[in-house]
């Protein structure tokens, strides 16, 4: 019998849902909203009914009966660190969304609304390895400086979900093998996938490994500090150096890679020299997840948006392919990973992890 299921993506302005008949899409929308509506609320949860509100009629509109629905699964939140998995919400997980353990973020919404309209209709809610996955080895951890140790802040959902796709696809287990994962979109993270675990990740959000096209990624400690203090900067505006404003941003101008790539291809020597230094600094990084695997490394698999980006791939087989043979996904696509996760459970492949 097939698996009908809602999944619920929510960002800070815009809902993006998908209605899936096993894997099958039937539909997707992504509902937009202004910064008008999304201002009345206060806070994130205050935004819940609003949200709901949209995708049932949404769901009504495309005739799709939300009765006949089998499972709910929703983009996992700002949790306490876990290691990967579908999670089944449970009331404890319920209660760590709405206070965002970790900070308030729209996705806290994904597993509220998914609990919210599962109980309605008496079908189990999920949500699927959220940023917070944390699997790191012991040692990853200490960064050299005992106040500042080093956490796991990464595009889990997507990195999971090629990892296992690979894997599937070349008739392997993902518990047997040591993969190099790379996620190019607007934050770059890379990791070392040891047997089914991310040992090691370059944190993708403020403060690790290559830059992006909005990102800084790791900047010279020293200076940093000497900037936060010149006087001439608030903690604000030089967290927007690193986040939001930094990488490609800083040196283009632009976070659109389709820009930056066109000027390349047009022979543009500026934006040349900043996609070669976006290229070495990710190469560095494969390089080090490659060290941390210890060599064993039996494929390295790259996905995200930057990986459409011809110029870039070919720069990155040129310096990573003699550590292990690559493979390519380019994109992303976040409600299909959402919705083999929570597959996986219905069908009993693996078990839901109980959040604690």
Known sequence: MAIKSLIINPGSTSTKIGVFEDETLLFEKTLRHSTEEIAKYGSIVEQKDFRKEIITACLAENNCDIKSLNMIVGRGGMLKPIPGGTYEVTDELLADLKVGVQGQHASNLGGILAREIGDAIGVPSFIVDPVVVDELCDEARLSGVPKLPRTSAFHALNQKAVAKRYAKEAEKDYERLNLIVVHMGGGVSVGAHKEGRVIDVFNALDGDGAFSPERAGGVPTGPLIRLCYSGEY??????????????????????????????????????TAICNAFVF????????????????????????????????????????????????????????????????????????????
Do not use: H
Request: charged letters at 25%.
């Open 281 to 356: 600094q990710v190469s560095k990084d494969i390089g080090s997840m490659a060290c941390v695997l210890k060599g064993k490394v039996d494929q390295i698999i790259i996905t995200g948006g930057i990986a459409y980006d011809k110029n870039v791939m070919g720069g990155l087989r040129e310096a990573c392919e003699w550590i292990a043979p690559m493979t390519v996904y380019p994109g992303e696509d976040e409600l299909l990973a959402l919705v083999q996760g929570g597959l996986r459970v219905m069908r009993k492949e693996e078990e839901a992890k109980v959040y604690a």
């Open 234 to 271: 608030t903690q604000q505006e030089v967290y927007k150096m690193v986040v939001g404003n930094g990488g490609f941003n800083a040196y283009m101008g632009t976070n659109d890679m389709r820009e930056v790539e066109n000027l390349v291809n047009n022979g543009d020597p500026k934006a």
